[in-house]
């Protein structure tokens, strides 16, 4: 049962803050990697919270990307793709999310994002297709600053 203390900080995003890409640490199967990634969460006071992206691409070209959403399992707007454009949270939890991406209604995509326990580590997971249409996946580690 959701007390007032517990529902709406279950409800925004426990990420908040700024996670850059560890490299390293990642994994990408059938997918170029970018050269980095910096996302940023915040908090809103509408019960929302916003990511922003900013993705150096394997070929050196910057590009953003973010959406703005309630972790209540409802498709929201995901901007600076071209694979996606929704992006829905389900089950969220104090250290996890599972969510799903769309283009056009289908879904193109699913994954999680996982907070360590110490909330230093980010290890974001996701399931899809490239953009020849194969199956692919990436495991991105991302560490807090």
Known sequence: ?????????????????????NLAKSKYT????PKSVVRTYTNLKDGSSRMDAIVVN??????????TLKRDGKDYPFTGSNRWDAISVHNPTDFSDEWRLKLKGQEVGRGTTVMSKDK?????SWQGKNEK????SSVAVADRQ
């Open 1 to 21: 049962m959701n007390s007032p203390w517990t529902g709406p900080l279950l409800a925004q995003s426990p990420y908040v803050g700024t996670w850059k890409l």
């Open 58 to 67: 394997s070929k050196g070209e910057t590009e953003k990307a973010g959406h």
């Open 120 to 124: 230093k580590t980010l290890t974001i």
């Open 30 to 33: 059938n997918v170029d990697p």
């Open 133 to 136: 249409g194969e199956p692919a």
